[in-house]
Antibody
């Protein structure tokens, strides 16, 4: 059974960089059938797609966040990571990692999410 | 790229049916068949319950059904059960390798 687990600091100061890692277990991160994505949910709001990465390193980002987001993959450690720069309180959210199926553009497995609070 | 529009809340009694709408635009829901629905119990991982507008992943009961008309997709839950009480989110591929989610709907089983 595929499992994804987010990890990283729960508190980040304004203007600093938010860094999270998603560890993938029970499946291959190098399968050609899947992308790997990040989604977030601010308190009291809906889900927002942040971006995806393919095992080759190819990325796609939400245009509204593109200037501040970098997603990378480490296939040797079966994990992928999110960096969001210049954070503000508006970036406070639960951050989820998920697997995206290439053949029908569906997020089929998700992590439980991790809350990141931006505050001084 | 705007969020898909869902009702904030819906409710129903056990055994009844409820429908949750998800309204997008001709750039997302109206053009692509790649609409999916997720059930989310707070504190847990969101669970895929419908993909490709109306298909079921393995293990999801057929009490959950999906459809689409124009720019609006819908999720219908029939034979409501207490464990169906959760938040539900829709998602659509929006072209150019981008995705958009709905604001979420809280389902209360009375």
């Amino acid at each position: 059974q595929l499992q994804l687990q987010e990890s990283g600091p729960g508190l980040v100061k304004p203007s600093e960089t938010l860094s999270l890692t998603c560890i993938v277990s029970g499946g291959s991160i190098t399968s050609s059938d899947y992308y790997w994505g990040w989604i977030r949910q601010p308190p009291g709001k809906g889900l927002e797609w942040i971006g995806n990465i393919y095992y080759s390193g190819s990325t796609d980002y939400n245009p509204s966040l593109k200037s501040r987001v970098t997603i990378s993959v480490d296939t040797s450690r079966t994990q992928f990571s999110l960096k969001l720069t210049s954070v503000t309180a508006a970036d406070t959210a639960v951050y989820y990692c998920a697997r995206l199926r290439y053949f029908d553009w569906t997020f089929d497995y998700w992590g439980q999410g991790t809350l990141v609070t931006v505050s001084s | 790229q705007s969020a898909l529009t869902q009702p904030r809340s819906v409710s129903g009694s056990p055994g009844q049916s409820v429908t949750i709408s998800c309204t997008g635009t001709s750039s997302d829901v109206g053009t692509y068949k790649y609409v999916s629905w997720y059930q989310h119990h707070p504190g847990k991982a969101p669970k895929l319950i419908i993909y490709d507008v109306s298909k079921w992943p393995s293990g999801v009961p057929d009490r959950f059904s999906g459809s689409k008309s124009g720019n609006t997709a819908s999720l219908t839950i029939s034979g409501l059960q207490a464990e169906d009480e959760a938040d539900y989110y829709c998602c659509s591929y929006a072209g150019r390798y981008t995705w958009v989610f709905g604001g979420g709907t809280k389902l209360t089983v009375l």
